[in-house]
C-alpha cells in the first residue's frame, strides 16, 4: 500500500512500460475537466444574464405603471378643466342640446 502511494506520489505510472495509456487517460480526464468548466461557466454567464433581463423587465414595468398613471390623471374632467382654463377656454353656461334628425321614409 505504501509502496503504491508513493510510486503514484513520485509519478513512476507515466514512465513505466504501460504509459501511454496512463498519458491517454489523463489527456480524456483532462479534457473533460476543461469541458466540465466550460459549460458551468457557460451556466453562470446565462444565469447573470437572466438576472439583468428580470431587473430590466421590473423598470420598465414600473415605468409602464407610472405612464399608465399619468395618463389616467390627464383624462380626468378636472385635469382637462384646468389646462382648458389656461388656453383660456372655459365650460359652456348652457348645457348641449341634442338634436334628433327625422327621416322621411
Do not use: T
Not at 495509456?21 to 437572466?50: G, P, Q, T, Y
Request: glycine share 4%; charged share 30%; no cysteine.
Amino acid at each position: 500500500m505504501k509502496k503504491g502511494l508513493l510510486d503514484i506520489l513520485k509519478g513512476k505510472f507515466l514512465v513505466s512500460g504501460d504509459a501511454p495509456k496512463n498519458w491517454l487517460f489523463l489527456l480524456f480526464a483532462s479534457f473533460l475537466a476543461a469541458l466540465m468548466i466550460s459549460s458551468s461557466h457557460r451556466a453562470d454567464k446565462k444565469v447573470h444574464e437572466i438576472a439583468a433581463l428580470n431587473e430590466e423587465v421590473r423598470k420598465l414595468r414600473s415605468e409602464f405603471v407610472e405612464g399608465r398613471s399619468e395618463v389616467q390623471q390627464m383624462r380626468l374632467e378636472s385635469s382637462i378643466r384646468q389646462s382648458m382654463a389656461e388656453a383660456g377656454l372655459a365650460p359652456s353656461k348652457n348645457p348641449p342640446k341634442k338634436i334628433k334628425v327625422k327621416s322621411e321614409e
